[in-house]
């Protein structure tokens, strides 16, 4: 079983950052590749991005790909959403998962195991 908490989430400005932070309750951390999710009010839930076991790889949706960065530290058994040059178009609540799949995934249905989500306002 894995269990994980989501925290980091605020109201920041345009052009602000913020990390999010994500703690896995389980035995074995290394073993699954990790993911953040978000979803606006209205939408479906959608991929931000994922990092696999090693964190040798990463994959980022297009929307994000080069203002945010994610990263793992095993040892902690954490992962992190660092989310710079936030836009609008950004706020969500945003949710940390786990897969036991070998390869990364960017659907929800490949994560078996989901946080409760942390809100992310980003005003303009």
């Known amino acids: 079983q894995v269990q994980l908490v989501e925290s980091g989430g605020g109201l920041v400005q345009a052009g602000g950052s913020l990390r999010l932070s994500c703690a896995a309750s389980?035995?074995?951390?290394?073993?699954?590749?990790m993911g953040w999710f978000r979803q606006a009010p209205g939408k479906e839930r959608e991929f931000v991005a994922a990092?696999?076991?090693?964190?040798?790889?990463?994959t980022y949706a297009d929307s994000v790909k080069g203002r945010f960065t994610i990263s793992r530290d095993n040892a902690k058994k954490m992962v992190f959403l660092q989310m710079n040059s936030l836009i609008s178009d950004d706020t969500a609540v945003y949710y940390c998962?786990?897969?036991?799949?070998?390869?990364?995934?960017?659907?929800?249905?490949?994560?078996?195991?989901w946080g409760q989500g942390t809100q992310v306002t980003v005003s303009s």
């Open positions: 389980v035995r074995s951390f290394s073993m699954y590749n």
């Open positions: 990092v696999d076991w090693s964190a040798a790889s990463t």
């Open positions: 998962a786990a897969s036991s799949l070998t390869t990364l995934r960017t659907t929800p249905r490949h994560y078996g195991y």
